[in-house]
C-alpha cells in the first residue's frame, strides 16, 4: 500500500467576486504533497480567479482555502506568501529598470531551503548569461523564465503558475517543460494553469476542468485516454 502524500492545500467551496461579479462558484479540489495538479478550462472558465483567489489577490470571497495546513480565506497575500506558497502571475511582473539579477533578488527569502543564485543559474542557463541584462531587454522566453526563477529563491514549495507557455516559442516551450520536470524531481508541488493541453498532459498527476467558474470534471492522468473526446468538447480543442 503507497503512503498517500500530505496535503499541501485544500480548496473548499470557494466562492470569490470582483465587485459584484460573482466569478467562482463553489470550486472544491485537493494537491497533494509533491503532486503536479492542472487546471484546464477554455478562457474566461475561472482558471485564473481560482489561483489569484488562493494567493490573496481577489479579496472577496468566502469557503476555505488550507494551505499547509492554515486557513488562509481571511488572509491579505502578504500574510499567505510566508505559508509555504510562491505565484507566478500570467503577466510576469518583471521589474523593467532592474537587471535580471536584481529582479531575482528583489523577493524576500521566506523560508529556508530556497534556491540560490548558483543553483537557479544551473537550472535556467540563460538567465546567467543575461543576468545583467534590464528586464526590458530579455526576450518573452527569458522574461518567463525570471518570473518562475523568482520564486525559487523564497523557499515557496508550492507553486501556482499562470499560464506560463503563454505565446513562447516551441523550443522555450520544451525548456519550461524540463524545468517543470526537474521541480516535480524535487519534491515541488505544482498548480498549473495551461492552455497548451498537450504540455500539461505529460507533465500533470491530475487534471481538474472548469467551466463558468465550476470544476466539472477531475481525471487523473492514467485515464486521459479514456477521457480525450469529453475533454476536447470541455476544452473546445
Known amino acids: 500500500m503507497h503512503d498517500v502524500p500530505k496535503e499541501l492545500l485544500r480548496v473548499v467551496d470557494l466562492n470569490a467576486y470582483y465587485g459584484e461579479s460573482h466569478v467562482l462558484h463553489g470550486i472544491d479540489f485537493n494537491v497533494g504533497e509533491g503532486e503536479l495538479v492542472t487546471l484546464l478550462g477554455r478562457n474566461g472558465s475561472g482558471r485564473t480567479s481560482t489561483l489569484k483567489s488562493i494567493i490573496g ?28 506558497i510562491g505565484y507566478c502571475p500570467e503577466e510576469r511582473g518583471i521589474f523593467p529598470g532592474l537587471t535580471t539579477e536584481e529582479n531575482l533578488l528583489l523577493p524576500p527569502v521566506l523560508h529556508s531551503g530556497g534556491m540560490n543564485l548558483d543553483e537557479i543559474y544551473a537550472m535556467f542557463p540563460n538567465l546567467k548569461e543575461r543576468r545583467a541584462a534590464q528586464g526590458t531587454r530579455l526576450s518573452g522566453g527569458e522574461q518567463q523564465m525570471l518570473a518562475l526563477a523568482r520564486i525559487l529563491r523564497t523557499g515557496a514549495r508550492l507553486l501556482l503558475l499562470d499560464e506560463i507557455t ?59 485516454e479514456a477521457n480525450l473526446d469529453e475533454l476536447h468538447e470541455l476544452l473546445g480543442v
Request: proline share 6%; no cysteine; charged share 20%.
Open 57 to 84: 489577490l481577489i479579496p472577496r470571497r468566502t469557503g476555505s482555502i488550507m494551505i499547509n495546513g492554515h486557513e488562509a480565506i481571511d488572509l491579505p497575500p502578504y500574510k499567505i506568501a510566508p505559508l509555504g
Open 166 to 224: 503563454e505565446g513562447l516559442a516551441p523550443v522555450i516551450v520544451e525548456a519550461m517543460g524540463r524545468v517543470i520536470s526537474m521541480l516535480k524531481e524535487r519534491g515541488y508541488t505544482i498548480v498549473l494553469v495551461e492552455q497548451n493541453f498537450h504540455f500539461a498532459k505529460g507533465l500533470a498527476d491530475r487534471h481538474y476542468v472548469l467551466e463558468h467558474g465550476r470544476i466539472v470534471k477531475m481525471i487523473m492522468n492514467n485515464e486521459l
